[in-house]
């Protein structure tokens, strides 16, 4: 009677570590396709571009402007970099070079390492092809990037926020899942560094 009463424990716990394995799956999934509709509808990423100011500033503000301004060129010429990699045909190696150091020159705090930047843009450059990104995806992945290089004062939730915003978008641009984590895993790298 005992041995049984084992056996059964011993089977319940099993299922109910598998069930919970894959509650964990479906939460997961969720939260992915939720991301994906965000993309899809438009909804703006974590992370965005203050707006201009319209009117002449004072002085405290200014400082805020000088950044907000130099943030949107550096937005730009990412935008400007991922718009060149065009669907279809592979990446060159100019152009690769030119995003990685627009990547790197985004940072205004602790800049990312060169190498870790350039295996960033490789793994960037093999999956943009696959997909058809349109410019209002070149944006928000523009802003995200940006935003991971100078993420050191975001909170945690913030930053992992912008990481699955990346891989959403990349989804939605008809990215495959398995190879949009690898330039999300990258990217996540590079804001690792800077937020030590």
């Known amino acids: 009677m005992m041995k049984k009463f084992s056996v059964i424990a011993v089977l319940l716990a099993l299922l109910c570590v598998e069930a919970t394995a894959q509650i964990d799956q479906v939460k997961r999934r969720a939260r992915d396709l939720s991301n994906?509709?965000?993309?899809?509808?438009?909804?703006?990423?974590?992370?965005?571009?203050?707006?201009?100011?319209?009117?002449?500033?004072?002085?405290?503000?200014?400082?805020?402007?000088?950044?907000?301004?130099?943030?949107?060129?550096?937005?730009?010429?990412?935008?400007?970099?991922?718009?060149?990699?065009?669907?279809?045909?592979?990446?060159?190696?100019?152009?690769?070079?030119?995003?990685?150091?627009?990547?790197?020159?985004?940072?205004?705090?602790?800049?990312?390492?060169?190498?870790?930047?350039?295996?960033?843009?490789?793994?960037?450059?093999?999956?943009?092809?696959?997909?058809?990104?349109?410019?209002?995806?070149?944006?928000?992945?523009?802003?995200?990037?940006?935003?991971?290089?100078n993420s050191k004062e975001f909170s945690p939730v913030q930053y992992d926020a912008i990481l699955a915003d990346v891989k959403a978008t990349l989804e939605v641009a008809g990215i495959k899942r398995k190879s949009a984590e690898v330039p999300v895993k990258n990217l996540k790298a590079i804001g690792d560094e800077v937020r030590r």
């Open 36 to 149: 994906q509709n965000n993309v899809r509808q438009g909804v703006p990423p974590p992370v965005q571009i203050p707006p201009r100011a319209a009117q002449p500033v004072a002085p405290r503000t200014v400082i805020a402007t000088n950044a907000a301004t130099v943030q949107a060129k550096n937005v730009a010429k990412i935008q400007k970099d991922l718009a060149a990699i065009k669907a279809g045909s592979s990446a060159t190696d100019g152009q690769k070079q030119q995003l990685a150091m627009d990547i790197a020159g985004c940072a205004r705090g602790t800049k990312p390492g060169s190498a870790i930047v350039k295996t960033f843009v490789d793994s960037l450059a093999v999956v943009l092809p696959d997909g058809t990104v349109t410019p209002e995806q070149q944006s928000r992945l523009a802003q995200n990037i940006e935003a991971v290089t």
